[in-house]
């Protein structure tokens, strides 16, 4: 399974649905910052940039749709599953560049172990 499938899977679970405006964007950064972290040291100058030009809109949009959707998830009655994709519970919705960057660790760290099993 690639790491894309690998990902969307785990955000569908979570609530993440492609309904979203911010839902291509959001699986783009956290692909953008699997593959390089120190890129989510800089989310508006790095990642917000290359994924607005992917899909030709412009930084800003990407932020709105990314932190709208994760405002969206923290709505979900049962969180459950959004737990287990972050690790731990949080009191309230952490930021864009907290949410991106822990989904992006996480995914690393157990996408290896999937496939070491």
């Not at 390089?36 to 412009?58: C, D, I, T, W």
């Not at 731990?88 to 099993?117: C, L, V, W």
């Amino acid at each position: 399974m690639g790491r894309s499938d690998y990902l969307e899977i785990r955000l569908l679970r979570a609530g993440a649905t492609p309904d979203y405006v911010g839902y291509p964007y959001l699986v783009e950064s956290i692909l953008l910052v699997w593959e390089k972290p120190e890129a989510g040291r800089n989310m508006s100058h790095l990642v917000y940039p290359q994924v607005a030009h992917k899909f030709g809109v412009n930084p800003a949009s990407v932020e709105r749709g990314i932190r709208t959707l994760i405002a969206a998830l923290w709505q979900t009655p049962d969180k459950k599953a959004l737990v287990q994709l972050l690790g731990r519970d949080y009191d309230r919705a952490p930021g864009n560049s907290k949410f991106i960057g822990t989904i992006a660790r996480r995914m690393s760290m157990n996408y290896k172990n999937a496939d070491e099993a």
